[in-house]
């Protein structure tokens, strides 16, 4: 019996890979083959799609001022085609609702049941399911034949804000998302003064190193657009400086670890000077020169 060269195995294998790599690859090109003549078979599913084309190319061609009623029409027709074919809408899938009520989503939407899927104006949906207030980011795509799917990215409750005649809640951008039903957002810190809904997410993250200070904050105050005041839990205050938070905050926490002066109630702790920390009952509200206690910065 002659033996197999080496050269005739390796061309024995190269075949077989081959082979394996056709089969591989024919399948699905088979499967989508099956596919596109089923639909193509059905007369109207035909007619639906070659109206569709034709007038997607005549809008496209008649953009012009006097041939857009044309262009118009066909359009309708074929939207009309498209929908008798069994291109219509038949269902909203929602993804990441949380908060959003239903019935503010649903008016938002704007859409009737049957309505041809390809007349369904995208961007007109998304930009008013955008504007409901819990949303943040919205994507709607059509699901062919007959669903439109609405994905959305809540706005996480951040903080309240307050303003002069109200009171709201706000994201961590510092967008507003609402003034009602607030009483289970109670627990937030709430912010105040013109310029603090942009720059609240930076001091709370400043506050990450310092939690002794940032469980007990209920309230910040940006005080003359260039510096905060911190309101504690237990009445008492944080006058930070208008630079260097952290180098302030460092001397606080020095004295902190020795006199523990955080723990005392309604007490003022101003931070302002570089060289010293000054302490009085937060009551007062005096100058500098009025007999405050001063603490001589190590």
Known sequence: MPKVTKQAAKATWRRRLADMALSILATPLNLLAI???LMWSTRRVRLASV????????????????LQPAADYVQ????????????????ITVEGRVRTQKADLVRAVQLQLETPIFAIDLDDVHARVQQLPWVGETVVTRRLPNILHISIREREPFALYKDKSSLMLI????????????LKFSHLPTFSGEGSRARAADLMLTLQAYPVIRNRLVAAEWVGQRRWTLQL???GAVHLPDGDIATALDRL????????????EN????????????LRPE???SSQADGRKTVEAS
């Open 283 to 285: 009551a007062q509200r």
């Open 171 to 182: 994201d961590d951008t510092g967008a507003k998302i609402t003034g009602n039903h607030l």
């Open 253 to 264: 926490m020095e004295l902190e670890r020795d006199r523990r002066i955080l723990a005392i």
């Open 267 to 278: 007490q003022a702790i101003d931070l302002r000077l570089p060289d010293r920390i000054l």
């Open 233 to 235: 839990d237990h009445g």
């Open 76 to 91: 309708a027709q074929a939207y009309r085609l498209s929908g008798e074919a069994g291109f219509r809408l038949d269902d």
């Open 35 to 37: 596919v596109l003549r």
């Open 51 to 66: 109206a569709l084309l034709i007038a997607l190319m005549v809008t496209a061609l008649f953009r012009f001022a006097p």
